[in-house]
């Protein structure tokens, strides 16, 4: 897969390096494209059409959101199919976009200028291998119209303009959003309970980075917590997608109960804040581990003495991930001694956090570098002088060597006092929502 981003970089992109979009940047509207000088005349391009909504196939002109027409002159015969012929195909490991075509009988006087005009909304430095695309061409095998499909959300079209040149766009998937309300008991891992209670992995991750601040979950998690949320659930074409924003959340256990809400305030901030106003964030993590789908199932251990300051040794499975618990900069990076491969982090207020027996350092991890809160700086290993895999992390402020178990941490602004009464008002039902939904045993199970 490396050596097909590399030659469909190389051949169809250039310029500075794009991140890649988060979910909520997908779900976005897309952003329709008009290739300017090119093609003179051309405008506007909106959302896809009735027939490509209800079963992909190129259809008819429709109106985009603007009111301008998304251009086709696509000919159709009697069945409403365009004249011509289609092929589809995939790529396939070391194969860039033009090589498909062509392996697929599609000649350079359309593959060329169609791949030119699909760079202008597509990073070809995304492509993957397995990527789909459908292509008509008509009785003298030009191409008329493309489309090429990364994913549910990511799909792209290309249309032969009446000014012979190629258009390209962007489609936009139509997604719909419901709301669950999900309550399991933990039986033994959070990941194994979430799915005995008939929900998908993702929301273990969710909920994880939602109570990161209160919640260890390698140490606090016992038999018979409980936990409760209410979240969206993302749908295109009547099949699950990913989860979205969780709206209300509540962990029960032998630690206490943490409860959680979603408030947008009047003038449209919004954050996760508790039952009584205060922020969820605050400006260390409960735990230097991610606890992830792969470590849940494996023994975790934590060994430090609470009376005093000093380092806290976890033991977890080797690979599971680290990371930061406070934004900052990497001050050291590399061989420790005994340490083995550590990483240290300079905080605010005087803090630096220390994370040895690393087994390798994550991406971009050297002297220098920002972090944010939740970065991952590495990978648990057995480095340096330990016979077994762990981590080591220690905590000091000032130099001082300080008990990260026994600090209170600040704490994000709460939501002000003048917009209490607004905040109470629009968390009441989803705090009575989430109190009334029905917790699945640890002896039941839920498909």
């Not at 026994?406 to 705090?431: G, I, Q, S």
Request: proline share 5%.
């Amino acid at each position: 897969m490396l050596s097909l981003v590399a030659v469909n970089y190389l051949l169809f992109f250039s310029g500075d390096e794009v991140a890649p979009l988060t979910l909520q940047e997908r779900l976005q509207p897309p952003v329709t494209v008009n290739p300017g000088e090119a093609l003179p005349g051309v405008e506007g391009f909106g959302a896809p059409t009735d027939t490509e909504s209800r079963d992909g196939r190129p259809g008819s002109t429709q109106p985009s959101p603007s009111g301008q027409p998304a251009p086709s002159n696509r000919e159709l015969d009697d069945f409403g199919q365009p004249v011509g012929r289609k092929v589809a195909g995939t790529l396939q490991r070391g194969q860039t976009l033009l090589r498909a075509l062509r392996a697929e009988g599609v000649d350079n006087r359309s593959a060329v200028p169609l791949t030119q005009a699909m760079e202008k909304v597509f990073d070809f430095r995304t492509a993957q291998v397995g990527d789909a695309f459908d292509v008509w061409l008509d009785d003298e095998g030009q191409v008329r119209h493309f489309r090429y499909t990364q994913s549910a959300l990511d799909r792209y079209e290309v249309d032969l303009a009446d000014t012979g040149a190629y258009v390209a766009r962007k489609v936009a998937v139509p997604t719909q959003v419901s709301v669950a309300h999900v309550g399991c008991a933990i039986k033994s891992s959070l990941y194994g309970s979430i799915a005995r209670c008939g929900e998908g992995s993702q929301l273990g991750g969710l909920i994880i980075d939602l109570f990161a601040w209160d919640i260890d979950f390698f140490q606090d998690v016992r038999p018979d917590d409980t936990f409760r949320v209410i979240v969206e659930k993302i749908s295109v074409e009547g099949k699950f997608l990913a989860y979205g924003k969780i709206l209300a959340a509540e962990y029960d256990g032998k630690f206490g109960r943490h409860r959680i809400v979603y408030y947008t305030d009047a003038e449209g901030a919004s954050g996760y804040y508790t039952a009584d106003g205060r922020a969820v964030r605050k400006e260390f993590l409960k735990s230097p581990l991610k606890y992830t789908r792969v470590s849940a199932d494996t023994e975790t251990g934590m060994h430090a003495q609470l009376s005093k300051a000093s380092p806290v040794v976890y033991t977890a499975a080797a690979g599971t991930q680290v990371w930061a618990v406070a934004s900052g900069t990497v001050v050291f990076a590399g061989e420790s001694g005994s340490l083995g491969t550590a990483v240290t982090i300079k905080h605010d207020n005087g803090y630096t956090s220390t994370y040895g027996h690393l087994g390798q350092l994550g991406n971009g991890i050297k002297v220098g570098a920002l972090v944010n809160q939740k970065s991952i700086i590495g990978h648990v290993g057995q480095s340096g002088k330990t016979s077994q895999p762990k981590l080591l992390f220690s905590l000091r402020q000032n130099g001082k060597l300080v008990n990260p178990l026994k600090l209170k941490f600040a704490e994000a602004d709460p939501v002000p006092a003048e917009r209490h009464d607004h905040f109470e008002h629009e968390v009441r039902t989803l705090l009575r929502d989430l109190e009334a939904t029905p917790v699945v045993g640890t002896h039941e199970r839920r498909s």
